[in-house]
T-cell receptor, first 115, second 112 residues
Framework: KAGVTQTPRYLIKTRGQQVTLSCSPISGHRSVSWYQQTPGQGLQFLFE???????NKGNFPGRFSGRQFSNSRSEMNVSTLELGDSALYLC??????????????FGQGTRLTVV | SQQGEEDPQALSIQEGENATMNCSYKTSINNLQWYRQNSGRGLVHLILIRSNEREKHSGRLRVTLDTSKKSSSLLITASRAADTASYFC????????????FGGGTRVLVKP
């Protein structure tokens, strides 16, 4: 099986712009989660999508949004970029099993730099 | 907010030695998972231990879980230079929604 694919790998944007990141989960995985990783805050949960519905959302401002398509591919969008949005954005896919969370498979991430 | 706190934040050992890192968390969990991250790359799942399990092994990895102390440890035996990475614990609690809550990580340097 192919792994989780995130595009692009690197991105440089200017403050005030918006950006869209893409994530293709492992085939058959219906859950896609997004995380932001920064040196100061560590790994922070952004949101999770399952069957095109947002199931859970972290504590991020409304500038951060996402969606999931019928083929489980997901995008996240950040509008009105701020310098503090510079981070590694990680996508994780999971095959929803029984009780409890199955292991998460992560993509290589998108490194976003806001200048 | 981070559920898990990891200790130590950084660890430097010689190849062949064992590396032990600890994770403490605050609330009840359904399971706890350990991940490895090589510099600036994605996370790789290492091992999952359920709340009703006390110990689990996978190759050179040994994980323990003490739910009464709300803590877990990861032991890497006979370390190799390739084990140099950051290691994160992540807790999953159904009541908190379907998300993994990560600790701050332990940076491990294995010197050849």
């Amino acid at each position: 099986k192919a792994g989780v694919t995130q595009t692009p790998r690197y991105l440089i944007k200017t403050r005030g712009q918006q950006v869209t990141l893409s994530c293709s989960p492992i085939s058959g995985h219906r859950s896609v989660s997004w995380y932001q990783q920064t040196p100061g805050q560590g790994l922070q949960f952004l949101f999770e999508y399952f069957s095109e519905t947002q199931r859970n959302k972290g504590n991020f401002p409304g500038r951060f949004s996402g969606r999931q398509f019928s083929n489980s591919r997901s995008e996240m969008n950040v509008s009105t970029l701020e310098l503090g949005d510079s981070a590694l954005y990680l996508c994780a896919s999971r095959e929803m099993g029984g009780q409890g969370a199955a292991e998460a498979f992560f993509g290589q991430g998108t490194r976003l730099t806001v200048v | 907010s981070q559920q898990g706190e990891e200790d130590p934040q950084a660890l430097s050992i010689q190849e062949g030695e064992n590396a032990t890192m600890n994770c403490s968390y605050k609330t009840s969990i359904n399971n706890l998972q350990w991940y490895r991250q090589n510099s600036g790359r994605g996370l790789v799942h290492l091992i999952l231990i359920r709340s009703n399990e006390r110990e689990k092994h996978s190759g050179r990895l040994r994980v323990t879980l003490d739910t009464s102390k709300k803590s877990s440890s990861l032991l890497i035996t006979a370390s190799r230079a390739a084990d140099t990475a950051s290691y994160f614990c992540a807790t999953f609690t159904m009541a908190a929604g379907n998300k993994l809550t990560f600790g701050g990580g332990t940076r491990v340097l294995v010197k050849p």
